[in-house]
C-alpha cells in the first residue's frame, strides 16, 4: 500500500475531502519525521513508538575497492510496534 492508496483508503471510509486527507497525511508524518529527528519519541498508544536509536560505531567494507572504511555512530530512526499491533499481525 502506497500513501496514496491511504489516503484513498482514508477518504472513502471517513468521507472527507480528499484534500483535507492528504494535508493530515503530510503533516502527521512531517510531525513525526521532526520529532525523531530531534531525538523525540512520539508514542501512539495500540499502535507503537517511533525514536531515534543511538548506533555504535563499526568497521564496514567497500567492496569496490576492497578497502575497510569506519562508520562513525550516528542515531537512526526506529519503530517498535505495540503488543496490540504485533498481536493482530500474529493472527
Known sequence: M??????????????LDRSEVSM??????????EAVSNK????LRGFGTFSAKKKAAKMGRNITKNTAILIPEHFGPVFKASKLFVNKVKK
Do not use: A, N
Open 2 to 15: 502506497t500513501k496514496l492508496d491511504l489516503i484513498k483508503k482514508i477518504v472513502s471510509d471517513t468521507g
Open 24 to 33: 493530515v497525511v503530510e503533516s502527521f508524518m512531517f510531525e513525526i519525521k
Open 40 to 43: 523525540e519519541s512520539i508514542f
